[in-house]
């Protein structure tokens, strides 16, 4: 394929991107929301628990995750099995890193709340140029998870 097609090719695939909001707090799923509308980008739901984000999954192709919700702290395990069993590319985004700090097999990497909007510009970019084949800098916010170790 040539170049400029695939790079066309990318853009358009980079567009489709749908998100899916896994956070228990309204205000907070609102803001990242809003901030992935403003990239152009498609909100696949928003849900506070397990049950539900997983109801979501087949609509999403990035997902963001909170640790802790509205059914306890969740949140690795749902990131863990949206990466691994429905192929979609997971962030977590907590106030309690540590919570995840060994890393969880599957998912992409952790931003610590509070996080600025531009972070989540930033990091939704990485999360589709790693989907996509893309080269994009890791924004220095995101820690990213060692794929090879577990």
């Known amino acids: 394929m040539p170049t400029h097609v695939m790079r066309r090719w990318l853009a358009s695939e980079a567009m489709n991107q749908r998100v899916l909001i896994v956070e ?9 929301a809003e901030t992935i509308e403003n990239m152009g980008l498609k909100v696949a739901g928003f849900a506070a628990a397990r049950q539900h984000a997983l109801a ?16 306890g702290r969740t949140g690795p395990e749902i990131g863990r ?17 540590e919570d995840v700090e060994d890393g969880v097999k599957g998912p992409l990497g952790v931003l610590t709340k509070p996080v ?35």
């Open 116 to 150: 600025m909007p531009e972070v989540v510009e930033k990091t939704i970019d990485y999360a589709i140029a790693s989907r996509l084949g893309g080269m994009v800098a890791v924004p220095r916010e995101l820690r990213v998870f060692r794929q090879d170790s577990h």
């Open 81 to 97: 099995e949206l990466a691994e069993q429905y192929g979609v590319t997971v962030i977590f985004m907590t106030a309690n890193p």
């Open 56 to 71: 979501l999954a087949a609509y999403a192709d990035i997902a963001i995750v909170d640790v802790n919700l509205s059914d």
């Open 24 to 32: 228990d707090e309204f205000l907070i799923a609102l803001d990242v």
